[in-house]
C-alpha cells in the first residue's frame, strides 16, 4: 500500500512538472462586466500569459465547476447558453504572450440568462474560453469571465450593435450621372452604455484597393498595434458626438455634405463610416494587470462586427438605364471591357433586398467554369483573383451573378458579360 502511495504521488509531482509555469498566469481583464439583459453586449477582453498555449473556443453558460484535471473552472454540462459563432470571432494574438478577444453576446444568450435568472438562479453567467498547448505536453486552460445582467444603461460597455447606412431616397442602389450631386446620407446606429462616437466618412473611388473586413472594423474592435494600420481613403466629413446612456437605442447620425462626396469619374464607389476608439471606464481594458503590455486599452464604440460600405453608382454603364429598385442588374466590368496586363479586375453588382447570398461565376468556355464565388449579402463587390487571367484560354471570360434567397433558392440572375484579356485595338 505504502509502494502504490508512493508511486501515485512520484506520478503526480513528474506530472506537474511537466505543466509549463504559464499556464497558472493565464489571465483576462475585465474579468467581469456588466451586459444587457435585454438584448446584444460587446465587450473588449484582454487575455495574458499564453506562452505555450493557443485559445479555442469560447461558450457561455449558467454555471462553472472545477475543470480537473484541466486547469481553471469550465462549464457545467446542462448550462450551457451558447457558443461564440465563428463569424463573431475577431480574436487576435496581442503584445508578448497576449489575446485580444470581443466578446459578442447575443440578445438569444441574453435572454437565456434572463429566463434562468427568472427561474430563481443565479442572476449571472459566464462566458469561458479554452486555452489548449501548443507545441508542449500539458492540461487545457479555462478562463471564466462573469457577466453580471443590467439593464444595459450606463454601466454597461459602450458598444455599437447595429449600423444600418442608407441614402435618404427609395432607390435601393444609388445611380447618378457625373457631376450630379447625391442625396444626403444618414446611418441608424444601435449601441449599448454611453460615451462619445467619434469619426469620420471616407470615399474609396473608383480603382482604389477596396477595403478588407479588417478594415471596416472599429477601431476598438482591434487589438492596440493593428490601431492606426487600417487604410485610409479620401476624408469627405467627421464627426464628434456624445451619445447618452441607452439600452438599446437607436441614433441617427447625419452623413457627410452631400456637395463634398466624390462624383465626377464613372464608376463604382465605397462610402465608409470609420469608428474611433473612445475612453470607456465600463469596457476599459488592462494590458498590465494580465501581462499583455502596459497602460489601458480604451474600447469605447467596440463592435463585434464590419460596418459595410454604402455603395453608389456614377455614370450609367453603355448607355443602359439606372438600375431599379430591388432589381439585380452588373454594374462592372462593362460589356466586352479589355482587362490590361497588371491592373485589377472588379466584379460589381446591384444589391436585393430579398438575398442572403450572391453567387458570382465566371467561365472561361460554355462547358468550363473556373471560379464561383459566394459572397454575403452586405457585399456586391468581388476582385478577381490574379490567377483568373491564367483562365481565359480562348483570349476572354464570361461572368453573371445570381441572388440566392434565404430558402437556398435562386431568385434572380444577370445577364451574361463578356471581358476580354490584353488592350482594345487601336
Known amino acids: 500500500m505504502k509502494t502504490y502511495i508512493y508511486r501515485l ?12 509555469s504559464a499556464l497558472a498566469q493565464i489571465s483576462v481583464n475585465p ?50 447558453f451558447g457558443q461564440l459563432p465563428l463569424r463573431s470571432n475577431f480574436g487576435r494574438t496581442s503584445g508578448t504572450g497576449g489575446f485580444t478577444d470581443i466578446m ?15 427561474d430563481g438562479d443565479d442572476s449571472r453567467f459566464y462566458y469561458v474560453r479554452r486555452f489548449v498547448p501548443d507545441t508542449v505536453n500539458g492540461p487545457d486552460v479555462y478562463v471564466a469571465v462573469t457577466c453580471r445582467l443590467t439593464g444595459g444603461g450606463a454601466r454597461t460597455p459602450f458598444a455599437l450593435l447595429d449600423v444600418q447606412m442608407r441614402f435618404q431616397t427609395d432607390a435601393t442602389i444609388q445611380s447618378v450621372a457625373a457631376g450630379e450631386t447625391l442625396p444626403p446620407v444618414e446611418a441608424e446606429i444601435s449601441y449599448n452604455g454611453t460615451g462619445t462616437l467619434r469619426g469620420r466618412w471616407e470615399v474609396v473611388l ?27 481613403y479620401t476624408e469627405v466629413g467627421s464627426f464628434s458626438l456624445f451619445l447618452p446612456p ?16 466624390p462624383n465626377e469619374v464613372e464608376g463604382l464607389y465605397q462610402l465608409l463610416l470609420r469608428i474611433e476608439a473612445t475612453d470607456d471606464k465600463e469596457g ?9 503590455g502596459e497602460g489601458v486599452v480604451h474600447t469605447g464604440a467596440v463592435a463585434g462586427f464590419p460596418i459595410p460600405p454604402l455603395r453608389y453608382f456614377v455614370g450609367q454603364a453603355s448607355g443602359h438605364a439606372a438600375p431599379v429598385r ?39 468556355s460554355d462547358t468550363e467554369r473556373v471560379l464561383a464565388a459566394v459572397l454575403p449579402a452586405s457585399l456586391a463587390s468581388y476582385r478577381a483573383p490574379a490567377w483568373l487571367r491564367d483562365k481565359a484560354t480562348e483570349g476572354h471570360l464570361r461572368w453573371r451573378v445570381a441572388a440566392i434567397g434565404y430558402e437556398g433558392q435562386e431568385i434572380a440572375r444577370t445577364d451574361w458579360r463578356m471581358v476580354r484579356l490584353g488592350m482594345p485595338a487601336p
Request: net charge negative.
Open 9 to 20: 504521488a512520484t506520478g503526480l509531482l513528474l506530472a506537474l512538472l511537466m505543466i509549463p
Open 31 to 80: 474579468s467581469g462586466v456588466n451586459v444587457n439583459a435585454n438584448g446584444a453586449t460587446v465587450v473588449f477582453l484582454t487575455y495574458g500569459g499564453l506562452e505555450g498555449y493557443v485559445p479555442t473556443e469560447a461558450q457561455w453558460c449558467g454555471e462553472i465547476q472545477d475543470a480537473f484535471p484541466d486547469v481553471g473552472q469550465r462549464c457545467q454540462p446542462g448550462t450551457l
Open 104 to 118: 459578442s453576446i447575443p440578445a438569444s444568450v441574453a435572454r437565456r440568462a434572463y429566463q434562468s435568472a427568472r
Open 206 to 232: 473608383p480603382g482604389e484597393e477596396p477595403p478588407t473586413e479588417r478594415d471596416l472594423l472599429t477601431e476598438a474592435t482591434l487589438p492596440v498595434e493593428e490601431r492606426g494600420l487600417q487604410r485610409r
Open 246 to 261: 441607452s439600452t438599446g437605442a437607436r441614433f441617427v447620425l447625419r452623413g457627410p455634405n452631400p456637395d463634398d462626396i
Open 284 to 292: 476599459d481594458s488592462n494590458l498590465a494587470s494580465v501581462g499583455a
Open 326 to 364: 430591388g432589381k439585380l442588374y452588373a454594374l462592372l466590368p462593362e460589356p466586352d471591357m479589355h482587362w490590361a496586363d497588371e491592373t485589377a479586375l472588379d466584379f460589381s453588382w446591384t444589391e436585393t433586398p430579398l438575398a442572403s447570398l450572391y453567387r458570382l461565376e465566371v467561365w472561361a
